[in-house]
């Protein structure tokens, strides 16, 4: 069956950087883009970015251009995504996804001094 | 604030039936298919219906969507305590070389 698994909760101090993992398996990774979505306590969905897992391709939301990285490594089917120059507005819990269908279960990023 | 609108909010009673709406543009809903989501408290978002309307497997058939041009609609009958959720929708977006856009959500109240 389709998984994507991410790894566990991080604490971070502002302005430092973060890197989720999504390890995903039952299915070729590379036939499906991978997707990330934040969301803040309290609020909705906020689509981040893909990777396109066959050519390591890329589009990012305007507002995390400059700050988000998404990649990949097909040898492992694992997608990463990097986020820097943390501030506090970027606490929220983080999520990879097949976004037409399956879904990681999250990655809680709290960002404190 | 969100490229596709959805109330904030909604209610029903257990049994009745309830729409809520997401509306979008011609780059988005009006020409891509719209996908709506279930999230219950704490969890990850679950995938109610895909291409507009059609249900995954496991997704009763109280669940059904629709699309008629820029709009689309989720409707849920026989309302049951578990439905209370937020519910988000979906699409692809054809600027920016396309990408994705969401909803803000609509927090469904079953009194």
């Known amino acids: 069956q389709v998984q994507l698994v991410q790894s566990g909760a991080e604490m971070k101090r502002p302005g430092a950087s973060v890197r989720v993992s999504c390890e995903t398996s039952?299915?070729?990774?590379?036939?499906?883009?991978m997707h990330w979505v934040r969301q803040a306590p309290g609020q909705g969905l906020e689509w981040m970015g893909w990777?396109?897992?066959?050519?390591?391709?890329?589009n990012y939301a305007q507002k995390f251009q400059g700050r988000v990285t998404l990649t990949r490594d097909t040898s492992i089917t694992t997608g990463y995504m990097e986020l820097s120059r943390l501030t506090s507005d970027d606490t929220a819990v983080y999520y990879c996804?097949?976004?037409?269908?399956?879904w990681g279960q999250g990655t809680l990023v709290t960002v404190s001094s | 604030q969100s490229v596709l609108t959805q109330p904030p909010s909604a209610s029903g009673t257990p049994g009745q039936r309830v729409t809520m709406s997401c509306s979008g543009s011609?780059?988005?809903?009006?020409?891509?298919?719209v996908y709506w989501y279930q999230q219950l408290p704490g969890t990850a978002p679950k995938l109610l219906i895909y291409?507009?309307?059609q249900r995954p497997s496991g997704v009763p058939d109280r669940f059904s969507g629709s699309k008629s041009g820029t709009s689309a609609s989720l409707a849920i009958s026989g309302l049951r305590s578990e439905d209370e959720a937020d519910y988000y929708c979906?699409?692809?977006?054809?600027?920016?070389?396309?990408?994705?856009?969401f909803g803000g959500g609509t927090k469904l109240t079953v009194l």
């Open positions: 996804a097949r976004i037409e269908d399956f």
């Open positions: 039952g299915y070729t990774f590379t036939d499906y883009y």
């Open positions: 990777i396109n897992p066959t050519s390591g391709a890329t």
């Open positions: 011609s780059s988005n809903i009006g020409s891509n298919y």
């Open positions: 291409r507009n309307n």
């Open positions: 979906g699409s692809w977006d054809d600027r920016m070389s396309g990408q994705w856009v």
